[in-house]
């Protein structure tokens, strides 16, 4: 039963990850290089920028969520099982989202790249 | 990529798994929580513990952030999983842990992948423009 809790919080864990990943990469893209804006007009104006986007408010309330689900799943089950499991599953969430919602070209490459780390984040876990 | 920008993927790295690290020892701390009292999730925040790895987890966030305003995400992720790589060799060669053959293993793999990506653009807009593109 315990096992089936787990699993329930690191589906929790990647959906909301996932939206959370999206929404920040598409606030992001429409604040610019927050470095240069940085350099240019200080750090209290790429602070305000980054924060004042809607998507990264949006973005914040799903990795709330996922914080959360976080700490309870930790206080149930390893370091080792949870993060890698995690990680690895929003991995392919991730790439998909990325193709289908911010039409990133995602090619043979970074497909390529992408099966081989979460992969590599399963055999991890074990 | 400037060495600015590597070094944000390495704090990105740092902070998110050193923070993850110490969510894990408050909450061994705190014990299981129980699925009908959810509330002890936030009463958790106020372990020094888990209010250290949320500080780390904020450095963390302040650099994914970063890293996506100049990078796509599908790039951004994969170079990050060397995080794993990291806390495997640290487990290895300071905590004296015994790292198994699977592990090596994924270690390769990761390591692979983010060779495959490290070869590439940051971003699907200077794949379009780039010189290629003109040819």
């Known amino acids: 039963m315990k096992l089936v809790y787990t699993w329930s919080t690191i589906v929790i864990m990647v959906l909301s990850t996932t939206v959370g990943d999206i929404l920040l990469a598409r606030a992001m893209k429409q604040v610019g290089d927050l470095g240069l804006l940085r350099r240019t007009k200080g750090l209290g104006a790429a602070v305000k920028a980054a924060m004042l986007n809607a998507d990264m408010l949006a973005a914040l309330l799903f990795f709330a969520v996922g914080f959360f689900t976080l700490l309870v799943s930790l206080s149930w089950a390893d370091l080792s099982l949870v993060v890698p499991a995690t990680a690895s599953l929003t991995f392919v969430t991730n790439a998909i989202a990325a193709k289908l919602f911010l039409g990133e070209k995602v090619d043979g490459r970074r497909w390529i790249a992408n099966i081989l780390v979460c992969l590599g984040v399963m055999l991890l876990a074990k | ?135």
């Open chain 2, 1 to 135: 990529m400037t060495l600015r920008k590597y070094l944000v993927l390495v704090a990105m790295v740092v902070f998110g798994s050193l923070g993850d690290l110490l969510l894990k020892r408050g909450m061994s701390q705190l014990g299981p929580i129980s699925v009908h009292d959810w509330t002890h999730a936030i009463t958790a925040l106020f372990n020094p513990w888990v209010a250290a790895g949320v500080l780390l987890l904020i450095g963390f966030f302040a650099a994914y952030s970063s890293a996506l305003s100049w990078a796509d995400l599908t790039y951004v992720m994969p170079a990050t999983s060397l995080g794993y790589v990291f806390i495997a060799l640290l487990s290895v060669f300071v905590l004296r842990e015994d790292v198994s053959l699977t592990r090596w293993l994924g270690i390769i793999l990761i390591s692979s992948g983010v060779a495959v990506i490290g070869q590439s653009h940051n971003t699907t807009d200077k794949v379009a423009h780039g010189p290629e593109a003109i040819l």
